[in-house]
């Protein structure tokens, strides 16, 4: 991946260039590409991680520059860390990222190091907050997957991965991506969230309305797909009570969703 980003060929998009240019300066070098211009660009392509890696090109390109007048550029293969980038600003470098071709022809056109390093900074801190983001998504969801909640046991349960904000922001992408769903209310209003389709122990502060819906639910995901279930089983399946299983067998039987034959319960 890291090859192809930075294929010299891809990066400079018909500029003529010339790949491991000899540079004499207080040391001889070897440019990874040169641009000749005018005005000319001496460029170092940055595959590997590491100090050492990155610090050999910094003091590679400010002794070429030294020597002749020219433009000095960094292309990234990775996201600099950004320490590095604030080191490449300071010394008049453009760090431009593989993956951002207009911020490489920024580069090369002599947009000012400071535009250019600011534009590489940002799209990396966007592109970290992207992948946090779908971490908090990752990390609802699973959550999802035991038990429904409030958005405040949601914020409870993620609090040391992630702030109240970011979880809030990620269980509305979730509920606008219909991948989680507001199944009930609390008595006190308070929304209680989960993955549709999936059955949920009862919840206690469920309002009267909610508590009896899920219920109902509960009993129906709990007989589907098996040829009978007794009241017992219909309660140990749903982890409810007995007596609020047959409670809601019977309401279920009376607008026809369940009827009783023998010993079992069974979907119509």
């Known amino acids: 991946m890291v090859k192809r980003l930075l294929d010299p060929k891809r990066l400079f998009g018909g500029l003529e260039f010339e790949e491991n240019h000899q540079v004499t300066a207080s040391a001889d070098w070897v440019l990874d590409c040169f641009l000749p211009g005018p005005p000319p660009v001496a460029v170092e392509l940055l595959a590997r991680r590491g100090r050492g890696v990155f610090f050999e090109k910094v003091v590679k390109l400010q002794d070429v520059r030294r020597s002749m007048d020219c433009r000095t550029v960094i292309v990234a293969g990775y996201a600099p860390s950004p320490e ?4 490449c600003t300071a010394a008049g470098i453009s760090v431009a990222l593989g993956c951002d071709p207009e911020g490489i022809s920024k580069a090369l056109r002599g947009a000012p190091c400071e535009e250019v390093n600011g534009r590489s900074a940002l799209r990396i801190l ?12 990752g990390e609802l969801l699973s959550a999802f997957g035991g038990e429904w909640m409030t958005l405040d046991e949601a914020k409870s349960r993620l609090r040391w991965s ?15 991506s219909g991948e989680v769903a507001l199944l009930a209310r609390t008595k ?8 549709m389709g999936r059955a949920y122990a009862p919840r206690a502060d469920l309002s009267d309305r909610c508590r009896k819906g899920a219920s109902r639910r509960a009993v129906l995901e709990a007989l589907a797909g098996r040829p009978g279930l007794t009241s017992a089983e219909v309660a140990e399946a749903c982890g409810m009570s007995a007596e609020q299983a047959r409670v809601s067998l019977r309401d279920l039987a009376r607008i026809s969703k369940v009827a009783k034959d023998g010993a079992v319960w069974r979907l119509r």
């Open 84 to 87: 590095q980038i604030r080191v």
């Open 162 to 176: 992630f702030s109240e904000d970011e979880v809030a922001a990620q269980v509305r992408s979730l509920l606008a």
């Open 126 to 137: 966007n592109r970290r907050n992207r992948a946090r983001s779908a971490r908090c998504r």
């Open 188 to 195: 006190g209003g308070d929304g209680v969230y989960g993955l």
